[in-house]
């Protein structure tokens, strides 16, 4: 792995130089849009709403529309906004992993410590691990400043970005079911049905085969085959009531 970020962790008054590896890869197919007559790839241009002709790369602003004109930025004006450039991932507190909703995880990347045998690497690794905590931190990553948690995997401290809560919209516009009165019949079996569901998190017994079938038909084409279109199935129930339906998913998780 390439590392695309070299700084260090702190945390008090120790510091771990480290580099970052991004700690995810894309499984979706790379596919080109192409003209249907003749399959030459279609190249985007940069066109004038008005003169409908293309505007050189260098002729290129950018604008906030307020009221109804734009005020343009230039690059000092970048600068300015820009944080404080730095190569610490300064951890300002210890928080409970429990406490960050999983609507705040973006995206993660693993260090590794610049030196061989780095005792603070282990030592922050091992506190981690014992205490269930994790670092919250911020970051400065291609000249954008990142809110993240630090934390371990395995034995690999791991740095995930996560968002800021003006970034999450707000629930108070959606229709959702209030005060739904359940009877306590109800309730016990939907939790028994939980309960007969669950199951120790295992993320390795699930794949997205998407693109692999998609790899399959691709390749069946090159040779002259036709795919079969896989015909969905649906699950119908004529039953209304919720104890029945519950009661009914209970016998059909037994039978399997």
Same mark, same amino acid.
């Given at each position: 792995m390439r590392s695309i970020w070299k700084g260090s962790i702190g945390f008090g008054l120790v510091s %771990?130089? %480290?580099k970052l590896f991004s700690a995810v890869q894309s499984s979706s197919l790379d596919l080109d849009m192409l003209d249907s007559r003749d399959h030459a790839r279609i190249r985007y241009q940069r066109v004038n709403e008005h003169t409908h002709k293309e505007?050189?790369?260098d002729k290129i602003v950018k604008g906030y529309k307020l009221d109804d004109d734009y005020v343009i930025l230039e690059e000092k004006d970048y600068e300015l906004a820009a944080p404080e450039k730095s190569k610490v991932i300064e951890i300002e507190s210890f928080v409970d992993m429990d406490d960050v909703d999983p609507m705040y995880y973006e995206t993660s990347y693993y260090t590794e410590p610049d030196t061989k045998n780095n005792k603070a690497y282990a030592l922050l690794t091992q506190a981690l691990i014992k205490s269930k905590k994790a670092g919250l931190a911020r970051f400065v990553l291609?000249?954008?400043q990142n809110l993240c948690i630090v934390h371990p995997v395995g034995n690999v401290l791991t740095v995930t970005r996560i968002r800021y809560a003006q970034q999450i919209r707000s629930t108070d516009d959606l229709n959702v079911p209030g005060n739904v009165e359940l009877n306590k019949k109800e309730l016990d079996m939907g939790m028994a049905l939980i309960n007969q569901y669950a199951a120790k998190f295992d993320i390795s017994k699930f794949k997205d085969d998407y693109n692999d079938e998609l790899l399959k038909i691709i390749h069946d084409k090159a040779k002259g085959k036709h795919p079969t279109i896989k015909k969905l199935k649906p699950h119908k129930t004529?039953?209304?009531?919720?104890?029945?339906q519950l009661m009914a998913s209970l016998n059909v998780k037994k039978g399997a």
């Amino acid at each position: 792995m390439r590392s695309i970020w070299k700084g260090s962790i702190g945390f008090g008054l120790v510091s %771990i130089p %480290i580099k970052l590896f991004s700690a995810v890869q894309s499984s979706s197919l790379d596919l080109d849009m192409l003209d249907s007559r003749d399959h030459a790839r279609i190249r985007y241009q940069r066109v004038n709403e008005h003169t409908h002709k293309e505007v050189p790369f260098d002729k290129i602003v950018k604008g906030y529309k307020l009221d109804d004109d734009y005020v343009i930025l230039e690059e000092k004006d970048y600068e300015l906004a820009a944080p404080e450039k730095s190569k610490v991932i300064e951890i300002e507190s210890f928080v409970d992993m429990d406490d960050v909703d999983p609507m705040y995880y973006e995206t993660s990347y693993y260090t590794e410590p610049d030196t061989k045998n780095n005792k603070a690497y282990a030592l922050l690794t091992q506190a981690l691990i014992k205490s269930k905590k994790a670092g919250l931190a911020r970051f400065v990553l291609r000249s954008t400043q990142n809110l993240c948690i630090v934390h371990p995997v395995g034995n690999v401290l791991t740095v995930t970005r996560i968002r800021y809560a003006q970034q999450i919209r707000s629930t108070d516009d959606l229709n959702v079911p209030g005060n739904v009165e359940l009877n306590k019949k109800e309730l016990d079996m939907g939790m028994a049905l939980i309960n007969q569901y669950a199951a120790k998190f295992d993320i390795s017994k699930f794949k997205d085969d998407y693109n692999d079938e998609l790899l399959k038909i691709i390749h069946d084409k090159a040779k002259g085959k036709h795919p079969t279109i896989k015909k969905l199935k649906p699950h119908k129930t004529d039953n209304t009531d919720l104890y029945d339906q519950l009661m009914a998913s209970l016998n059909v998780k037994k039978g399997a």
